[in-house]
């Protein structure tokens, strides 16, 4: 089984950076991909990036260019630079993680809000 933990988020103002980061643990050998997900008030979580066991990412149209994932997987972690915020990017991030054919989320997430 897999856990995850985030943290990194914060209170920032627009055109603000913050680098959120995700530590799993426990039976890592099987993750594959691996996700950021946000949950704003009122919406569907959406996912805003992946990134492959190989490397390989994919972003939301309303995050690319300003995201970048990134994964180390001799640390088991994972990151999410994020640049240029907006107030529209503020929400609950969660990490997630494909592992023997489920998906894991993190159960906290990490606060992100961006004030105009």
């Known amino acids: 089984q897999v856990q995850l933990v985030e943290s990194g988020g914060g209170l920032v103002q627009a055109g603000d950076s913050l680098r959120l980061s995700c530590a799993a643990s426990?039976?890592?050998?099987?993750?594959?991909?691996m996700s950021w997900y946000r949950q704003a008030p009122g919406k569907e979580r959406e996912r805003v990036a992946f990134?492959?066991?190989?490397?390989?990412?994919e972003y939301a149209d309303s995050v690319r260019g300003r995201f970048t994932i990134s994964r180390d997987n001799a640390k088991n972690t994972m990151s999410l630079q994020m640049n240029s915020l907006k107030p529209d990017d503020t929400g609950v991030y969660y990490c997630?993680?494909?592992?023997?054919?489920?998906?894991?989320?993190g159960r906290q997430g990490t606060q992100v809000t961006v004030s105009s």
């Open positions: 990134i492959f066991s190989d490397g390989v990412t």
């Open positions: 997630a993680a494909e592992s023997r054919g489920t998906v894991v989320v």
């Open positions: 426990g039976d890592t050998n099987c993750i594959s991909g």
